[in-house]
C-alpha cells in the first residue's frame, strides 16, 4: 500500500530511505508528493530517497546559481535553468533533482519543451549539488549522462567531468576552460556574507570582463 507521503515530514537537513520501490511506486510516490514542495528526490537500484535541504544549503545554492548566471551572461552564451526539476529515465530505473541544472550547448533544444523525457531528449549540461547534507548522488548522474557536476561542500567547489561514463576530477569547466572558478566561485560566495549579494554580484561581473 502507498504511504500518504503528504504526511511525511521530514525535518531540514535529514533524509529518509525507502526500499524495494518499484518504478511504478516511484512514479505514483512523485505524483504523491507533488511539485510544490521544499524535499529533494534521488532513486537507484529501487531504493528512494527523499531529503529536505538546510537554509545554509539553499542560501548557497542561490548564489552560486546567481553567479554562473552572471558568468553565462557577461560570456553572451545563451542557457536555461530549470533548477530541480525531476530528471528521470525508466529505461535505466533511475531519477535525480538537482540543487540546480544548465542547459548550455543544448539550450535550444529543450527550449520551447514544457516537459522533459530523457529517453528522447538530452539531460542537463551542467548540474550543481550543494552538499551540506552529503547528498550527491553522482553514479545517477553519470547514468542520466550529465556531462558536467558542481559539487558544492565545506566551502570549496569540485568540477567533475564526464568521461567514459565516470565522473572524473578536473580544475577547470569545460565550458569555462580559462577561469580558475574552482577558487573564483567559493570567493565569491562568501564575499556575499558581509558585502552584500548586489555589490558582489557586480564586483563578479567586473571580474569577468576583466578576464574575457
Excluded at 11 to 25: C, I, Y
Excluded at 121 to 146: C, F, K, M, Q
Aim: a negative charge; proline letters at 6%.
Amino acid at each position: 500500500m502507498l504511504l500518504e507521503l503528504k504526511k511525511l515530514i521530514v525535518p531540514a537537513g535529514q533524509k529518509v530511505l525507502l526500499k524495494d520501490v518499484s518504478w511504478q511506486e516511484f512514479e505514483e510516490i512523485l505524483t504523491d508528493l507533488g511539485e510544490s514542495r521544499s524535499s529533494r528526490i534521488a532513486y537507484a537500484n529501487n531504493t528512494l530517497e527523499i531529503m529536505a535541504p538546510l537554509p545554509k544549503h539553499e542560501r548557497s545554492k542561490e548564489i552560486i546559481s546567481d553567479l554562473l548566471k552572471a558568468l553565462l551572461e557577461e560570456l553572451e552564451i545563451e542557457f536555461s535553468t530549470l533548477g530541480s526539476t525531476t530528471f528521470k529515465n525508466e529505461q535505466m530505473a533511475k531519477g535525480i533533482e538537482p540543487d540546480n541544472c544548465f542547459y548550455i550547448e543544448n539550450e535550444a533544444k529543450v527550449r520551447d519543451k514544457e516537459r522533459l523525457d530523457l529517453t528522447i531528449d538530452p539531460p542537463p549540461d551542467l548540474a550543481l549539488e550543494i552538499d551540506v547534507t552529503s547528498r550527491t548522488h553522482p553514479n545517477i548522474y553519470a547514468s542520466l549522462g550529465v556531462g558536467e557536476l558542481w559539487r558544492f561542500e565545506k566551502g570549496k567547489l569540485q568540477i567533475y567531468v564526464l568521461e567514459n561514463n565516470k565522473y572524473i576530477e578536473s580544475e577547470f569547466s569545460p565550458h569555462f576552460p580559462n577561469l580558475p572558478l574552482t577558487e573564483i566561485i567559493p570567493e565569491y560566495r562568501d564575499r556575499c556574507q558581509t558585502l552584500g549579494r548586489n555589490k558582489t554580484m557586480k564586483a563578479f561581473r567586473n571580474w569577468v570582463r576583466s578576464e574575457v
